[in-house]
């Protein structure tokens, strides 16, 4: 098991494994509804059961190298995570996300985790370009692909049904070049 450190906060970055479900259904439970608001991962993860199944999938995707999950710890507690839904190393294309439990929002922690995991793929994995896909209603997160200097490429008008309602998706990217760029401005 490795970690990779966020700063000096005692926040670090670690694969999120399925032997962690009890973990990760603890701290999904401590955040449900704030998680929920955007994200659908806490009407995955609803027992024991779901945890080590939804974690279990990612470790079937990262085994296939078509996906990973990260936790984000502070000072031991998992508070949140970042991930690849989605990664094709062939085309050179990864999808990006995250979410987080009340307690850490507000000071950085996934902008600082999505720069580390970005780096990897464009540096490790050779991907090309990195989407975003978010809620038009997510204004974090949509501040967050600003603070990663990505690009809004468009909304998907009423194209993901949530909760039974209709959501718009922006579609935001980052490719490698502007990647690289990105990280070398002061």
Same mark, same amino acid.
């Given at each position: ?12 970055? =670690?694969? @999120? ?12 439970? &401590?955040?449900?509804?704030?998680? %929920? ?77 999505? &720069? ?8 490790? =994995? ?12 997510? @204004? ?13 490429? %468009?909304? @998907? ?30």
């Amino acid at each position: 098991m490795y970690a990779v450190s966020l700063g000096d906060d005692g926040a670090e970055l =670690r694969p @999120l494994e399925p032997w962690q479900a009890e973990e990760f259904l603890t701290h999904i439970d &401590r955040g449900r509804d704030f998680i %929920g608001r955007h994200v659908g991962l806490p009407d995955r993860v609803t027992d024991l059961e779901s945890s080590r199944a939804q974690l279990q999938a990612y470790a079937d995707k990262a085994a296939a190298d078509r996906g990973r999950i990260y936790g984000i710890w502070v000072d031991g507690r998992l508070v949140g995570g970042v991930l690849f839904v989605t990664m094709d190393v062939d085309q050179g294309t990864a999808e990006a996300g995250c979410w987080l439990e009340p307690s850490a929002s507000g000071r950085g922690l996934v902008t600082r985790a999505v &720069r580390t995991i970005i780096d990897w793929a464009v540096e490790e =994995r050779g991907i090309h370009r990195v989407e975003w896909r978010v809620s038009a209603a997510n @204004l974090p997160s949509i501040a967050v692909a600003k603070r990663l200097g990505m690009t809004k490429d %468009g909304t @998907l008008r009423e194209s993901y049904l949530y909760r039974g309602e209709r959501q718009d998706i922006e579609v935001w990217s980052v490719l490698a070049p502007e990647w690289r760029a990105f990280g070398q401005a002061p």
